[in-house]
T-cell receptor, first 114, second 113 residues
Framework: DAGVTQSPTHLIKTRGQQVTLRCSPK?????VSWYQQALGQGPQFIFQ???????QRGNFPDRFSGHQFPNYSSELNVNALLLGDSALYLC?????????????FGPGTRLTVT | GNSVTQMEGPVTLSEEAFLTINCTYT??????LFWYVQYPGEGLQLLLK?????DKGSNKGFEATYRKETTSFHLEKGSVQVSDSAVYFC????????????FGTGTRLKVLA
């Protein structure tokens, strides 16, 4: 079992560009959450997907959008990138109905906006 | 709203020293509490958990007790090792079932040989 995987590992983009990050959940998991971790900060909840729909959203602008596919994998899209979007983006997965401590995190994608 | 407050780091200790990292929380209802660890260049790993008041979570020599009366979940270890050097995050989730975590800002621990 590969656990939660994310791609790419690192990414460098320019202000104003758009970026897509990808997440494959742990085998058997159907719920995917995304977090933004700025340097020196704790992760901040962006949104969560279940049954291909956004179930809950944190305090992030509409520039942040996502998608979940029938195989439960997910994408995070960020439009009109700002310097402040530079961060580690973490994906977490779980099977809906399990206790929260069964949630697994991926290694993250490091996004740098120049 | 729900929040987690952790002691600021970095914390620098000599090997075999006693470790305490303070964590307090504000939450409605009955949250579950967690400590996660992040090693350099890696994602988050669950270190330990407690799901109700007075529960003690433990793993790899680390312990934390869910204290509802003081809304605290302090992390302790009796004898740290160089390999414990990492960033430690206290977190909570409510029982709403949506799996949204609230994290503290993290505490960096550096253990010197």
């Amino acid at each position: 079992d590969a656990g939660v995987t994310q791609s790419p590992t690192h990414l460098i983009k320019t202000r104003g560009q758009q970026v897509t990050l990808r997440c494959s959940p742990k085998s058997g998991h159907d719920t995917v959450s995304w977090y933004q971790q700025a340097l020196g900060q704790g992760p901040q909840f962006i949104f969560q997907y279940y049954e291909e729909e956004e179930r809950q959203r944190g305090n992030f602008p509409d520039r942040f959008s996502g998608h979940q596919f029938p195989n439960y994998s997910s994408e995070l899209n960020v439009n009109a990138l700002l310097l402040g979007d530079s961060a580690l983006y973490l994906c977490a997965s779980i099977y809906n109905g399990q206790p929260a401590y069964e949630q697994y995190f991926g290694p993250g994608t490091r996004l740098t906006v120049t | 709203g729900n929040s987690v407050t952790q002691m600021e780091g970095p914390v620098t200790l000599s090997e075999e020293a006693f470790l305490t990292i303070n964590c307090t929380y504000t939450a409605t209802g009955y949250p579950s509490l967690f400590w996660y660890v992040q090693y350099p260049g890696e994602g988050l790993q669950l270190l330990l958990k407690a799901t109700k008041a007075d529960d003690k979570g433990s793993n790899k020599g680390f312990e934390a007790t869910y204290r509802k009366e003081t809304t605290s979940f302090h992390l302790e270890k009796g004898s740290v090792q160089v390999s414990d050097s990492a960033v430690y995050f206290c977190a909570l989730t409510t029982t709403s079932g949506t799996y949204k975590y609230i994290f503290g800002t993290g505490t960096r621990l550096k253990v010197l040989a």
